[in-house]
């Protein structure tokens, strides 16, 4: 009954800002890392960003070049990635996804979410 839901995904002008939702379910989310990561078609999936259990984060600095962050709030059960200054190149559906353990990598990840549509136009 693990859950992952993503929202706050939609269509913004280069420049503008978003902030991601990721709300869990049927686990103990303070327990679980959090990441994010995203996928353009034909484009392997890519790591975001990370934070782990213990409050650690890690970013990756060529994609997210200062412009996004990655936070939780472990009493809504929720992890958010606000996204400023955004560029086309953003564009890719953004997945949230849990792992029990401390490092974020995509192969360590347990459960997914569905994703969430980010289109940003220029």
């Known amino acids: 009954q693990v859950q992952l839901v993503e929202s706050g995904g939609r269509l913004v002008q280069a420049g503008g800002s978003l902030r991601l939702s990721c709300a869990a379910s049927?686990?103990?989310?303070?327990?679980?890392?959090m990441g994010w990561f995203r996928q353009a078609p034909t484009k392997e999936r890519e790591f975001v960003a990370g934070i782990s259990w213990t409050g650690s984060i890690t970013y990756n600095d060529d994609s997210v070049k200062g412009r996004f962050t990655i936070s939780r709030d472990n009493a809504k059960n929720t992890v958010y990635l606000q996204m400023n200054s955004l560029k086309p190149e953003d564009t890719a559906v953004y997945y949230c996804a849990a792992s029990s353990r401390t490092v974020v990598i995509p192969d360590t990840m347990g459960y997914w979410g569905q994703g969430t549509q980010v289109t940003v136009s220029s």
């Open positions: 049927g686990l103990t989310f303070r327990s679980y890392s």
